[in-house]
């Protein structure tokens, strides 16, 4: 009667071990799909957004991520200054531009 009480522990320690297996490679699976769905695509977002904000120039027509249209007429190192009509003009951070758009999108 011991003899098949020992060979039920022995299977039962078996099965323990691959389930141990299967949710290191289903943690390491769900790390790689974070990767790939989150972090990579917002990383790239970040990256074009800082190159545009670097090649802003005067006379560039933008959105800012605020919802203002403008046309730069002052550039700096932390700002620019927009000009939204006519005298009327804003400063605001360089990182607020949200998009550059194309050139006769804003009329006075």
Same mark, same amino acid.
């Given at each position: 009667m011991d003899f098949f009480i020992s060979a039920a522990m022995?299977?039962?320690a078996g099965g323990?071990?691959?389930?141990d297996w299967t949710f290191v490679l289903l943690m390491v699976a769900m790390v790689v799909i974070f990767y790939f769905l989150l972090i990579r695509p917002q990383s790239k977002r970040q990256k074009e957004h800082r190159q545009m904000v670097?090649?802003?120039?005067e006379g560039d027509e933008? +959105?800012?991520?605020?919802?203002? +249209?403008?046309?730069?007429?002052?550039?700096?190192?932390?700002f620019v200054t927009l000009e939204i009509a006519d005298g009327v003009r804003i400063r605001v951070q360089r990182h607020a531009v949200g998009s550059v758009v194309p050139k006769g999108t804003f009329e006075e």
């Open positions: 022995a299977q039962d323990q071990q691959e389930g670097e090649a802003l120039k933008v +959105l800012t991520q605020g919802g203002i +249209l403008g046309r730069i007429t002052k550039l700096d190192e932390q």
